[in-house]
């Protein structure tokens, strides 16, 4: 009798596996790679961006939500996922300070689209190198945040780009540095690489050398005065007499609180600018230009010469 029994339960808790097993259903597609572009030739807009993509294999959006699937959760519920690009600022680890963050932002118009596009071949694709990925390309009429401004913001896997309908209208200047702001954000990942970790270590050190008892950054402004040692004598204790080139963009009262926020300024001034402006502006300085020959070497070498 004990034998049945067990032989029973046996059998009812194979069924009630097999049954469990039958509702888990598997969806390959998943995981499928959601950035591409596919055409849709009644919508100009779109249309310009599947025509980009297969020329430059980069995909270009106008708005962050790029497709939707039908999905059932684990209760067996249908329900709809939405793809949404991520605006999280992605550098390989947790910043410093306050985490650089898109605040807001608005969609651009579908009419700007063919005009930026044309700008990015141009202007950006020009001169960015192969090696350099970008993952995509997000295109947005106002773009607010609290590291960045409202040029360029490199995310997790987009890059934002804001202001596109002002591009036509930009002059020399304000076209310059709007182009050294989305290099910024394209570069920065490969500038911050092991491979110029000797480089960027002289970089930090030019600044750190004249504030021994602490870090020089994250230093409070108001602290240089009796912070700062070894400037020649008669030269004033500022951030840009020890090689910074203003406050971090999130607290006007310190130095760039991290390290990475300093390359990425000098980043984006030494891509907005030729040299000879760099250098009109802040050739005065000996240590910033110490630093920019620096960011300067680690640039060309990734292929993008500044003149």
């Known amino acids: 009798m004990k034998l049945k029994l067990y032989i029973g339960a046996i059998a009812l808790l194979t069924i009630g596996g097999s049954c469990s097993k039958e509702k888990v259903a598997t969806f390959t ?12 030739p009644s919508d100009a807009a779109t249309h310009a961006t599947f025509l980009f993509y297969q020329e430059t294999g980069i995909p270009v959006y106008f708005n962050d939500t790029i497709g939707s699937q039908q ?15 991520s605006l999280v600022y992605a550098l390989g680890g947790l910043p ?20 930026a596009l044309e700008f990015l071949k141009t202007d950006i694709l020009s001169v960015l190198p192969n090696t350099i990925h970008v993952p995509s390309i997000l295109l947005l009429e106002t773009l607010n945040s609290n590291a960045f401004g409202t040029y360029a913001f490199k995310g997790f896997n987009t890059i934002a780009i804001g202001q596109v309908s002002k591009i036509p209208t930009m002059d020399e200047a304000t076209r310059a540095k709007y182009k050294g702001a989305i290099l910024r954000a394209m570069l920065t990942n490969a500038v911050l690489n092991d491979k110029y970790k000797l480089i960027l270590e002289k970089f930090y ?23 700062v040692t070894g400037l020649p004598p008669g030269t004033t204790a500022t ?44 050739g005065t300085y000996p240590n ?3 630093k920019y020959g620096l960011i300067k070497q680690i640039v060309e070498d990734i292929g993008i010469p500044i003149k």
């Open 71 to 85: 999905r059932v959760d684990r209760f067996g519920k249908e329900y709809t996922y939405y793809e949404v690009l």
């Open 205 to 227: 050190a030019a600044s750190r050398k004249f504030v021994p008892s602490r870090d020089a950054y994250n230093l409070y402004i108001y602290q240089l005065a009796t912070s």
């Open 96 to 115: 410093s300070g306050a985490p650089p963050q898109v605040q807001a932002f608005s969609y651009c118009n579908k009419n700007d689209v063919a005009p």
């Open 29 to 40: 597609d998943y995981d499928k790679n959601w950035l591409v572009v596919n055409d849709n």
């Open 288 to 290: 910033i230009m110490i």
């Open 239 to 282: 951030l840009q007499a020890i090689g910074f080139l203003g406050t971090d963009p999130r607290n006007p009262y310190y130095s760039p609180i991290s390290t990475w926020m300093d390359v990425c300024m000098y980043l984006e001034a030494a891509l907005g600018s030729t040299e000879q402006q760099f250098t009109q502006q802040y």
